[in-house]
Nanobody, 116 residues
Framework: QVQLVESGGELVQPGGSLRLSCAASGSTFAISAMGWYRQAPGKQRDFVAS???????DYADSVKGRFTISRDNAKNTAFLQMNNLMPEDTAVYYC??????????WGQGTQVTVSS
């Protein structure tokens, strides 16, 4: 089993920056990829970014050029650097991990609010 805990979400002004963290524990050796999803009120959960153990990175079109995903393998922690934040980025952000046997794990979510 893998446990994921997100942190770093808070209220920020438009144009500001925020860095989210996702700490993985448990059977971390089984993780093959990590990523981030987000869900706004009344909306479905959408893909944001992902990073495989082999270094492949993918981003949603809405965040390309503004968000950066990274991972510290030694600390079993993934990050999402968010720059030039806009009100439409407001959502609960969820950390995601996939294992080598294609099991999926989710964090509890962290709230990001972009508002003046």
């Amino acid at each position: 089993q893998v446990q994921l805990v997100e942190s770093g979400g808070e209220l920020v002004q438009p144009g500001g920056s925020l860095r989210l963290s996702c700490a993985a524990s448990g059977s971390t050796f089984a993780i093959s990829a990590m990523g981030w999803y987000r869900q706004a009120p009344g909306k479905q959960r959408d893909f944001v970014a992902s990073l495989t153990n082999g270094g492949r990175i993918d981003y949603a079109d809405s965040v390309k050029g503004r968000f950066t995903i990274s991972r510290d393998n030694a600390k079993n922690t993934a990050f999402l650097q968010m720059n030039n934040l806009m009100p439409e980025d407001t959502a609960v952000y969820y950390c995601h991990a996939r294992s080598w046997i294609e099991s999926d794990y989710w964090g509890q979510g962290t709230q990001v609010t972009v508002s003046s």
